[in-house]
């Protein structure tokens, strides 16, 4: 009969054979011990210089470096290649953990043609940059239901390239955006997550809602927003991102904050130190018109529910709307968004007050209310009101466009004579009737500098 010493000594010579020369789980040594003839080896589990100290693993005699193929079952319904990654260090406790990687199909990152969406705003620059493979992260900002995370998923779809889009919220943290351990098989087990898997494909990762992170969780990514690398301290691994590999973020502000509007409740200021390393900021508008009236015929065509009159009214009620919100006179916006859920809605009771009603609904009572009215005289159709009505609702969104204007240009000419204030001595200042500064500056803004 085998001595004690024997069995011990069955046991460490078996492990290196199989290739376990470094760290085990509890469920390798098991395997190890069945493969040696000996028994179960508590021994083993039970004496404290084998304790790796990360719970469930324990190290051998024997160290060097190998990478060990494990067989894990599959999670859910992914197929997923699993590899055991070594490091060469000895206090690296992540050595025989088994590293999951989701392979999908190809082309399936790839995103799907819309055949209904219409190119406007900065598609074509966006569509430009993700061509060009270049390693260029950008931050898209703008009011909500503008088109920014379908602007980045369509000019994608359009290049046939990857996007991985991660939905950012205030718990996202680094465990979402580079990886974790997850129990698989009663073992801890390393998972990338969407920014490594997008460094590793050379795909586009899409962060959507970028302000609403907690900016001292999605710092993690400061790194990858540098230069397109990260240490995963975890790990011990260095991940150089593949060629194509670039970021775009989107958000309905700035990374400032609600900026003194509750619109964007949960928005965050964001680390300017963050911020900086986005290349550019792109700053995304509402459709034109024109623009916005072909986005809506082509839903009203998909949906067989074509109906020009009514994509027209659609088109012009929320222009009125918005230019009205621009100018401070409603506190609730028409997005475009909104005017696709009206013509869905529309293609599923046929009625258009119903569908326009039921999709602003959401609105205040005072908004509901001002916006359906505002609709009845757009549309004499429904609203019994006569043509009359609706070149005085289109006059009046005329009458709004231009305050707007005329705001703007007071505010324009007023920063100008701040401007030009301070650049005079106090003595020059005091000489000086504010009529006579106002028409200084008029003299400065025409001809580009001042007139003795």
């Not at 990360?54 to 197929?79: C, D, E, M």
């Not at 490091?87 to 819309?114: C, F, N, W």
């Not at 219409?118 to 088109?147: A, E, Q, R």
Request: net charge neutral.
């Amino acid at each position: 009969m085998a001595s004690m010493q024997q069995k011990r000594n069955n046991f460490f010579t078996t492990a290196n054979t199989m290739g376990f020369t470094d760290f085990i789980s509890r469920q390798d040594a098991l395997g190890i011990a069945k493969a040696a003839g000996v028994p179960v080896p508590n021994w083993f589990f039970t004496d404290a210089k084998y304790k790796s100290g990360r719970h469930g693993f324990y190290k051998l005699p024997n160290k060097g470096n190998t990478t060990k193929a494990v067989a894990v079952p599959s999670v859910a319904s992914q197929s997923v290649a699993v590899a055991v990654e070594s490091v060469p260090t000895a206090m690296d406790y992540s050595r025989g953990v088994q590293t999951i990687k989701h392979e999908v199909e190809s082309g399936s990152l790839i995103p799907s043609v819309r055949d209904t969406y219409v190119t406007y705003g900065h598609f074509t620059d966006i569509k430009k940059i993700l061509g060009s493979g270049k390693f260029f992260p950008m931050f898209i900002t703008g009011l909500s239901g503008n088109g920014k995370t379908t602007m980045v998923e369509q000019a994608c779809a359009e290049l046939k390239r990857e996007c991985i889009r991660v939905n950012i919220t205030n718990f996202t943290d680094e465990d979402d955006l580079v990886g974790g351990f997850r129990l698989v098989g009663g073992e801890s087990v390393w998972s990338d997550a969407p920014c490594v898997v997008a460094m590793e494909r050379g795909a586009v990762l899409l962060l959507d809602e970028l302000d609403y992170g907690d900016p001292r969780k999605i710092n993690c990514l400061q790194s990858v927003l540098e230069h397109g690398k990260i240490f995963i301290k975890k790990m011990n691994r260095y991940v150089t991102a593949k060629a194509g590999f670039t970021v775009v973020a989107t958000g309905n502000t700035k990374g400032q904050g609600g900026e003194g509007s509750d619109k964007f409740t949960g928005t965050n200021i964001l680390n300017e130190a963050f911020l900086e390393r986005f290349r550019i900021t792109v700053e995304q508008e509402y459709p034109s018109k024109t623009v916005e009236k072909k986005i809506v015929m082509n839903l009203m065509t998909k949906n067989e529910c074509l109906d020009e009159t009514f994509a027209d009214n659609l088109v012009k009620w929320a222009d009125i709307i918005r230019k009205s919100f621009f100018e401070g006179a409603t506190d609730d916006i028409i997005t475009t968004r909104r005017l696709e859920h009206i013509v869905e809605d529309f293609a599923i009771f046929g009625d258009r007050l119903k569908a326009v009603e039921h999709c602003i609904s959401r609105f205040s009572k005072d908004s509901k209310e001002s916006f359906l009215n505002l609709y009845t005289k757009v549309d004499a159709e429904v609203g019994g009101h006569s043509a009359e009505d609706a070149a005085l609702a289109e006059a009046e969104a005329a009458r709004i466009a231009e305050n707007a204007t005329k705001a703007q240009a007071d505010a324009l000419a007023a920063k100008q004579l701040e401007e030009m204030k301070a650049s005079l001595t106090p003595e020059v200042l005091a000489m000086m009737a504010p009529d006579k500064l106002m028409e200084i500056m008029k003299l400065i803004s025409a001809n580009g500098k001042a007139v003795a």
